[in-house]
C-alpha cells in the first residue's frame, strides 16, 4: 500500500491548487513589485503588458461583482480595491517617466492618444476631463455616500438582530451552529461596509491624483521638449500632450471600471440574485408597462419636426417586449382550475392541515342566514357588543373568564335560528324574530294583548312576539318586553351560568392561579405544587361554580385550601370548607340584600338517615337510599318548595353541614333550581324564617 506522501505526489497539480497554495506568497510579491515599479523605469513593452493587465483586471472586478448575490460574496473587495489603485498610480508613474525622458511610453498610451482621440489633444483632455468628472463627482462620490449610510445602518441594526438570532435560537427554530453562522455574518457585514466606507477614498483619491498627475506631464513634457530634446513649442505641446492624455485614458478607463464595481456592490443591499437576474425579473415583469412605451413612443415618432424612425422603432420593440410577457403570463383556464384542485388536494390531505381539524372551539353560536344582522355592524348589530359584555359580566359576577365565543352563520338550521354549542356539542336553541319584540308575562298583566304566542328561552316562561307597533301598549299593559338581541344574550348570558363548571378547564385555572400569584406569589407557592395540583384545584373551583358561587375572591379560596388540604385531598370536602370561608359572599347571595331568609329544612331524623347511609370509598363518598325513602324524600320537597313559591320566596333549603353536600347529591338530578345552603354558610346576623320541613 503506498505511504500518504505519495498518494498525493502521486495526484495531478493544476495551475489554480498551485496559485491556491501560494496564494499569501504570491500577494505578498506582487506587493512588492507595485512598489519597485514606482521607482525602477521599466520598459516599454512590459509596460504595454502591464496597462493590458490593469483592464484585465478591472473587467474581472466588474464582472464579478454583477454576477455575486450578496456584498460579502466579495468581501475582499475593501483590500482589493487598495491594491488595484496602487497598481494603477505606479503605472502612472512608470509611464510618465518614460513620456518625460524618451518621449515615448509604448505602444497601447500612443495607440490611446492617436487613435481613440484622433490625435487631437484638446479632444483628448476633454475626454480626459470628463472621464474624471463622471468617476470623481457621480459615481465615487455616490458610493462613498451609500458605503458611509450602510455601515451606519448596519452597526445600528446589529443589537435587534442579534435579539431575533438569541430569540429563534431559545424557541429552537435554529441551531446554536445556525446561530454562530448568523452572528458571524452579521458581524462580517459591519466590517465590510465600515471597509468600504474608508476603501472608497481611494479611489476619490485615485481621481485626484489622475488629475495632478496630468497637469505636471503636460507642463513638464513642454519644458522637456523645449529645453532638452529642442522642439518647437507646438511640436513639445502636441507630442506631450498626446502621450499624457493617452495615458490618462488608460488608466481612467480601468478606474472607471473598479468605481463601478464599488457602487454595485454598496448598492446591491436587498438583492436576491445576481445583477442580471434581479434586472430581468423586476423591470421585465409587467406587460402594462411596454404597452403605455409602446403608445408614448409612437406619438412621439408622428410629431413632426422628431426624428420618426428611431422612435418607430423603439415602439415596435416594446410592443414585442410587452406582447411577450402578456402571452407568457396567460395560462388557460383549465390549467388554473386544475392547479387549484390538486394544490386543494394536496393541502387537504397533509398531516397539518387534518390536526388542525381537531380543534375544538371552547364555545360557539350558530345563527341563520337571517339572523346575520345582528352580527353585522353596517347594519346596525351589536351582538359582538354584547358579547363582550357577558363576558365582563361573568368574570364580575362569577370570576369566571369565559373564552371567546365563535360565531358562525349555518344555513342548515331555520333563518330565525340559532344554537349555542359547548366544546362542539349543542346545549341550547331558540329562535327569533327580528323585526319583533318579545313581550314576557311577569304576573303584573292586567290586559292581554295579541301576538305570536312562544316561550323565552333563557328561563321558559311564556311570552309572545309582537311588532314594534304594538311595545307601547305591552308595557302599559303590564308586560316586560325586550328586542331580539336582548334575548339572545340573556339566553346565553344564562347557559353560561348554568355550564361554568364545564368552561373552567385547567387552562383556565391555571390563569387564575397566575393572576393572584402576581399579588399573592407566597400563598400561591404554599398551595401549588406543594400540597394541591391544579387538576384538583379545579375540581374545586368546578363544585363552587356548579352552585353559582363566584370565585372571583381566589385569595380567600387559595387560603382555605392551604389550611385544610394537609388534611384531606377529596375536592368536595374541601369545597364545603371554602363554602364556609364565603359565608358572607353566599349570604348575600341567598338573601339579596335583606335581613331574613325564607326557607326549608330537613327534619333532624332524615338528616340522622342521611349521615347513617353515607358510603365511601376510595373514589369519594355517596349516599345509599332505599328508592322508597327517596320518593318519599323528593315529594316533601317538591311540596314545600311550592309552598315556597306560592308566597313569593326563591327555592332554599336550610341543612346542617355535615348534611348540605350529600343531601345535594341525592336530590340535584330531581330538582332544577335549588339553593342548599348549610347553616355554616349564613352570617350570624341574618334572621332564619323556617317556612316548612322536609319529612320522609
Not at 415596435?316 to 390538486?342: R, T
Not at 368574570?395 to 369566571?400: I, Q, R, S, V
Not at 321558559?460 to 325586550?482: D, F, H, K, M, N
Not at 338581541?485 to 340573556?490: Q, R, Y
Request: with cysteine; charged share 20%; glycine share 8%.
Amino acid at each position: 500500500m503506498p505511504a500518504p506522501a505519495d498518494i498525493l505526489e502521486s495526484e495531478p497539480r493544476t495551475l489554480g491548487s498551485i496559485i491556491q497554495k501560494y496564494s499569501d506568497v504570491i500577494i505578498a510579491v506582487t506587493l512588492v513589485m507595485i512598489v519597485i515599479m514606482m521607482i525602477i523605469p521599466l520598459p516599454t513593452s512590459l509596460l504595454d503588458l502591464l496597462i493590458c493587465l490593469n483592464i484585465t483586471i478591472a473587467l474581472v472586478v466588474i464582472m464579478s461583482a454583477i454576477y455575486n448575490e450578496e456584498a460579502l460574496d466579495l468581501s475582499v473587495f475593501p483590500s482589493l480595491l487598495l491594491v488595484t489603485t496602487l497598481f494603477r498610480l505606479a503605472l502612472n508613474i512608470s509611464s510618465t517617466r518614460l513620456i518625460l525622458i524618451n518621449g515615448y511610453a509604448g505602444e497601447v498610451i500612443t495607440a490611446f492618444g492617436n487613435f481613440v482621440v484622433g490625435g487631437n489633444p484638446v479632444v483628448g483632455f476633454i475626454m480626459f476631463i470628463i472621464l474624471v468628472i463622471i468617476n470623481f463627482i457621480v459615481i465615487t462620490k455616490g458610493s462613498e455616500r451609500v458605503a458611509e449610510v450602510s455601515a451606519r445602518f448596519t452597526l445600528d441594526a446589529m443589537p435587534g438582530k442579534q435579539m431575533a438570532i438569541d430569540a429563534d435560537l431559545n424557541q429552537g427554530a435554529i441551531t446554536d451552529e445556525e446561530a454562530k453562522v448568523r452572528r458571524t455574518k452579521i458581524q462580517r457585514e459591519a466590517d465590510f461596509f465600515g471597509a468600504m466606507d474608508g476603501a472608497s477614498k481611494f479611489v476619490k483619491g485615485d481621481a485626484i491624483a489622475a488629475i495632478i498627475i496630468m497637469l505636471i506631464n503636460i507642463g513638464g513634457g513642454f519644458v522637456i521638449g523645449m529645453a532638452q530634446k529642442d522642439m518647437d513649442a507646438a511640436t513639445a505641446l502636441q507630442t506631450y500632450t498626446l502621450l499624457t492624455v493617452g495615458e490618462g485614458l488608460v488608466s481612467q478607463i480601468p478606474a472607471l471600471l473598479i468605481s463601478t464595481a464599488t457602487g454595485i456592490i454598496v448598492t446591491r443591499a436587498a438583492s436576491e440574485g445576481n445583477l442580471g437576474s434581479d434586472l430581468v425579473k423586476q423591470l421585465f415583469n409587467n406587460e402594462r408597462i411596454f404597452f403605455i412605451n409602446t403608445g408614448v413612443l409612437f406619438m412621439l415618432s408622428i410629431v413632426p419636426g422628431l426624428p420618426g424612425i428611431p422612435f418607430a422603432s423603439l415602439a415596435l420593440i416594446c410592443a414585442f417586449i410587452g406582447y411577450s410577457l402578456h402571452k407568457k403570463n396567460i395560462v388557460p383556464e383549465e390549467v388554473k382550475e386544475e392547479q387549484a384542485q390538486a394544490k386543494e388536494k394536496t393541502e387537504a390531505t397533509r398531516p397539518e392541515n387534518i390536526i388542525s381539524l381537531l380543534q375544538v372551539d371552547p364555545m360557539e353560536l350558530e345563527i341563520g342566514y337571517s339572523l346575520i344582522p345582528l352580527v353585522d355592524t353596517g347594519q346596525g348589530g351589536d351582538l359582538l357588543d354584547r358579547i363582550v359584555m357577558i363576558r365582563r359580566q361573568c368574570a364580575l359576577e362569577l370570576g369566571l373568564v369565559v373564552p371567546t365565543i365563535r360565531i358562525r352563520d349555518n344555513i342548515q338550521i331555520k333563518p330565525n335560528a340559532y344554537i349555542i354549542k359547548l366544546k362542539g356539542m349543542e346545549i341550547a336553541r331558540g329562535e327569533l324574530m327580528l323585526d319583533h319584540f318579545l313581550a314576557m308575562n311577569s304576573g303584573t298583566v292586567f290586559e292581554e294583548i295579541p301576538g305570536i304566542e312562544t316561550v323565552e328561552p333563557a328561563f321558559g316562561l311564556p311570552a309572545l312576539w309582537i311588532p314594534e307597533g304594538q311595545r307601547e301598549q305591552a308595557e302599559l299593559s303590564g308586560y316586560t318586553v325586550v328586542d331580539a338581541v336582548s334575548v339572545l344574550a340573556t339566553h346565553l348570558t344564562e347557559i353560561i351560568k348554568q355550564h361554568a363548571a364545564e368552561i373552567l378547564g385547567r387552562q383556565e385555572t391555571q390563569n387564575l392561579v397566575d393572576n393572584l400569584a402576581k399579588s399573592n406569589r407566597g400563598l400561591v407557592d404554599e398551595v401549588v405544587p406543594e400540597l394541591l395540583g391544579i387538576g384538583e384545584i379545579q375540581k374545586v373551583l368546578a363544585n363552587l361554580l356548579s352552585e353559582r358561587v363566584s370565585i372571583r375572591d381566589m385569595a380567600t379560596i387559595m387560603e382555605v385550601l392551604a389550611d385544610y388540604a394537609r388534611a384531606t385531598k377529596d375536592p368536595e370536602i374541601l369545597t364545603e370548607y371554602v363554602r364556609h370561608a364565603m359565608a358572607r359572599q353566599i349570604t348575600h347571595q341567598v338573601v339579596q340584600g335583606g335581613t331574613t331568609l325564607p326557607c326549608v329544612t330537613l327534619d333532624p331524623a332524615l338528616e340522622n338517615r342521611i349521615v347513617g347511609s353515607i358510603q365511601r370509598t376510595d373514589h369519594g363518598s355517596y349516599v345509599s337510599l332505599d328508592p322508597d325513602s327517596m320518593r318519599r324524600m323528593i315529594n316533601s320537597l317538591n311540596k314545600e318548595i311550592e309552598k315556597l313559591a306560592n308566597q313569593g320566596y326563591p327555592a332554599i333549603v336550610l341543612t346542617s353541614p355535615a348534611v348540605r353536600l350529600y343531601f345535594r347529591k341525592l336530590v340535584e338530578r330531581s330538582v332544577q333550581g335549588l339553593t342548599i345552603v348549610s347553616h355554616a354558610e349564613i352570617d350570624q346576623s341574618i334572621e332564619i324564617q323556617i317556612i316548612g320541613v322536609i319529612r320522609i
